[in-house]
């Protein structure tokens, strides 16, 4: 937009503009009322108890009904829509990465690793061979199965904080959270490249497929700890919140683009280097990490709007139900009986053994993450055969994710009053934030 005074200086001219800066203009204004009444209506439902990424669904689902009789807001542009998924993407894959601690990771014991792997594969195997014989769709079959692997370390990890909880039991669901995540991305690399593979009728072997997979995750964990010990020289330890966020905010942009430059993967290209910076400054994410959440807001937020929005109500309610229903038991089959036989396995406290199989449902932004991010790899494809599966992985998961997000917390707050690590039923509402040790 240019703009210049005229002779007479109090008044300001607007010259003409261009259509595309039109065009874009009005792009921005769909984006911040978008938001902004996304925003509301999931402030509005939280009052009732709903969690947050439920209410920002629902208000993408109120738009796209509000889109059909009026036409606002429009529909995402491409590059819109790539620029918001990876965005989102990589802002929960720092936020996972910045709550690991390296040094609890050494005192785990092997029994920890065994009941990850008994969790994670076992939702992996039972969702898989379930839609795959039930639906005789093992492309769906195999991404559904990796998707569910992935637990949400952000709801889950909330009750346990909300309700000060502590014992065996909460200090393996917080190793497990913080793990599963990376697993299930590396099976989803695995299982999307081998559905492209398919799709597009190129006959790959398993070296082509692995070997790309390898240098993808080996170039993302590179480029995280550049970046995040590139950063440590500024000393966000000793930084106000709002000063170290203003810092950490642009590199982890800087990390979002440089990976998607160089195809790399983005979330696990974020997730190293929250983990290796809140390694490196000790910082246990109580100053920094708010305040780039507080930052990243409206970016997940808009992401999990435009999901709502590009849902598939028609088709969601006439042909998916069945589906959706057995993915969601399926996945709660597969992680209770893998976690409650490795937990037995390894010889775990009673509680755990017990109740671990409770513990470790919810799913949330980075399943629908990596649905949306296959949405966008099939699309790409231009195949009819591809495009139908993207639909339905992105329908199945988002709808999956709303149950389990609703559920889960539930069954969680059970699973640890009766293993005896809630003290009491009253929330922890005051956090200190001012705390780095």
């Excluded at 969702?127 to 998707?147: K, R, Y």
């Amino acid at each position: 937009m240019k703009l210049f005074f005229s002779k007479k200086p109090e008044l300001l001219i607007l010259s003409q503009i261009s259509s595309n800066e039109i065009s874009m203009l009005i792009i921005v204004l769909e984006v911040g009322t978008v938001i902004i009444f996304s925003l509301i209506v999931a402030q509005v439902l939280g009052k009732r108890g709903i969690p947050q990424v439920l209410g920002l669904i629902f208000g993408g689902i109120a738009l796209q009904f509000l889109n059909q009789f009026t036409g606002f807001p429009t529909s995402p542009t491409p590059e819109l829509h790539y620029l918001v998924t990876t965005g989102a993407l990589g802002f929960i894959g720092y936020s996972i990465g910045a709550h690991l601690d390296l040094k609890r990771l050494k005192e785990e014991s092997w029994g920890l690793i065994l009941l990850l792997l008994g969790e994670a594969i076992g939702s992996f195997v039972i969702v898989t061979f379930l839609v795959g014989v039930l639906f005789q769709d093992w492309i769906l079959a195999l991404l559904l199965g990796s998707i569910a692997m992935a637990t949400a370390p952000a709801s889950t990890g909330e009750v346990i904080r909300e309700f000060r909880a502590k014992g065996p039991l909460s200090q393996t669901i917080l190793f497990i959270i913080a793990f599963d995540d990376i697993l299930a991305i590396l099976f989803f690399s695995i299982t999307l490249s081998f559905s492209e593979s398919l799709f597009t009728g190129i006959s790959l072997s398993l070296f082509d497929i692995l070997v790309p997979i390898i240098l993808e995750f080996g170039g993302s964990i590179l480029l995280g700890s550049i970046l995040a010990v590139v950063i440590v020289p500024f000393r966000i330890d000793d930084m106000p919140a709002v000063k170290s966020a203003e810092i950490v905010f642009p590199i982890i942009l800087i990390c979002i683009s440089l990976a998607g430059l160089l195809e790399l993967s983005v979330i696990l290209s974020c997730i190293t280097f929250g983990l290796v910076l809140s390694n490196l400054v000790h910082c246990e994410n109580k100053v920094c990490i708010k305040g780039v959440d507080r930052l990243s807001t409206p970016i997940i937020a808009l992401f999990f709007i435009l999901v709502g929005f590009e849902m598939e109500l028609a088709e969601l309610f006439s042909n998916l139900l069945m589906l959706i229903l057995l993915y969601f038991g399926a996945r709660a089959i597969g992680k209770s009986i893998g976690s409650y036989s490795t937990a037995r396995i390894a010889n775990m406290p009673k509680n755990v053994v017990n109740y671990i199989p409770f513990s470790l449902l919810t799913q949330a932004g980075v399943a629908v993450g990596l649905a949306a991010l296959a949405y966008s790899h099939l699309l790409n494809l231009n195949i009819p055969a591809a495009t139908n599966t993207a639909i339905i992985l992105l329908d199945v998961i988002t709808v999956s994710v709303l149950l389990a997000e609703i559920v889960g917390p539930l069954l969680l707050k059970f699973a640890l009053r009766k293993a005896g690590e809630i003290s009491t039923d009253l929330p922890l509402y005051e956090i200190e934030e001012n705390s780095c040790s």
